[in-house]
């Protein structure tokens, strides 16, 4: 079984910042990518960034400049530092991995529990 714990979460106002951490622990052979993705009542989950293992990144528009995915694959864990954080950024940000079990042929989708970030004065 693998399990993803994300930590980070909190409430904070607009211009701030928080970082996000997930990590990956159990039958873990090999990670690929890696993502952030978020959700808001009655919306869709959208990506918020991802990066491969190789350490390439792809972020949503709205957040380009603002923040960074990063990964320490010793650690199994990826990050998402958020900057000048907006009112809009507010959801519950979920931790996303691709994983290849021992023994296994292909990656597999798993997901943290998420954490919440409030953006607001």
């Known amino acids: 079984q693998v399990q993803l714990v994300e930590s980070g979460g909190g409430l904070v106002q607009p211009g701030g910042s928080l970082r996000l951490s997930c990590a990956a622990s159990?039958?873990?052979?090999?990670?690929?990518?890696m993502g952030w993705y978020r959700q808001t009542p009655g919306k869709q989950r959208e990506l918020v960034a991802v990066?491969?293992?190789?350490?390439?990144?792809n972020q949503l528009d709205s957040v380009k400049g603002r923040f960074t995915i990063s990964r320490d694959n010793a650690e199994n864990t990826v990050y998402l530092q958020m900057n000048s954080l907006k009112p809009e950024d507010t959801a519950v940000y979920y931790c996303?991995?691709?994983?290849?079990?021992?023994?296994?042929?292909?990656?597999?989708?798993?997901w943290g529990k998420g954490t919440l970030v409030t953006v607001s004065s």
């Open positions: 996303n991995a691709q994983i290849v079990n021992f023994g296994g042929l292909y990656g597999m989708d798993y």
């Open positions: 159990g039958s873990i052979f090999r990670i690929n990518n």
């Open positions: 990066i491969t293992s190789g350490g390439s990144a």
